[in-house]
């Protein structure tokens, strides 16, 4: 449930562009989780790319570049944290038995049928709102990365679209 391990990968060249009065910005997100299961609020994170971009108002489209890392709106709150853990542990449960876990059915190996079929309830993608160069959020929302098959290095792909 840390910020740490999250980088910005440079952006290339042509990553912010105009186009009829719009900005384009585009960037590669990378965060290294060190759990097998974890939490972490990115709520910060792309907040800061939305004050850099020069964007006053428009939307933030956010994408995990993976099938078992998951990106979802939720509080971040300790012990709530804990009851989306055990949500999920409960409705799929990972030594249940899954085709893609099976060796004769797949060449899987990581056994991780269970964190597949999490994020697809969870959900890999966010739009969210800008206006006056920030983030719209309720009070209590925070965007929150769960990965669900780490720990790894993980990709997330983000655009920022609209008027500076």
């Known amino acids: 449930m840390s910020q740490k391990g999250v980088e910005t990968v440079a952006p290339g060249p042509g990553s912010l562009n105009h186009v009829n009065g719009l900005r384009l910005r585009a960037e590669t997100l990378t965060v290294t989780t060190r759990d097998r299961v ?19 108002d428009g939307l ?6 993976h099938t078992t890392l998951a990106l ?3 509080e971040f709150q300790a012990a709530l944290l804990d ?15 899954y085709k893609h876990n099976d060796p004769e059915l797949s060449d899987c190996d990581r056994f ?8 697809m309830l969870l959900g890999h993608n966010l739009a969210l709102q800008v206006q006056n160069g920030e983030l719209v ?3 209590f929302q925070s965007v ?3 990965e669900l098959d780490g ?14």
């Open 144 to 146: 929150i990365l769960a």
């Open 137 to 139: 959020l309720g009070t």
């Open 38 to 56: 974890e939490l972490v609020n990115i709520t910060e994170l792309l907040a800061e790319q939305v004050r850099t971009s020069g964007i006053r």
């Open 83 to 97: 009851d989306i853990r055990s949500f999920l542990e409960r409705v799929v449960v990972q030594g249940d038995y």
């Open 112 to 119: 991780n049928a269970h964190a597949h079929l999490r994020a």
């Open 72 to 74: 979802f709106i939720n």
């Open 151 to 164: 720990p790894r290095e993980r990709s997330l792909q983000l655009q920022i679209l609209g008027a500076a």
């Open 60 to 65: 933030v489209l956010v994408n995990s570049l």
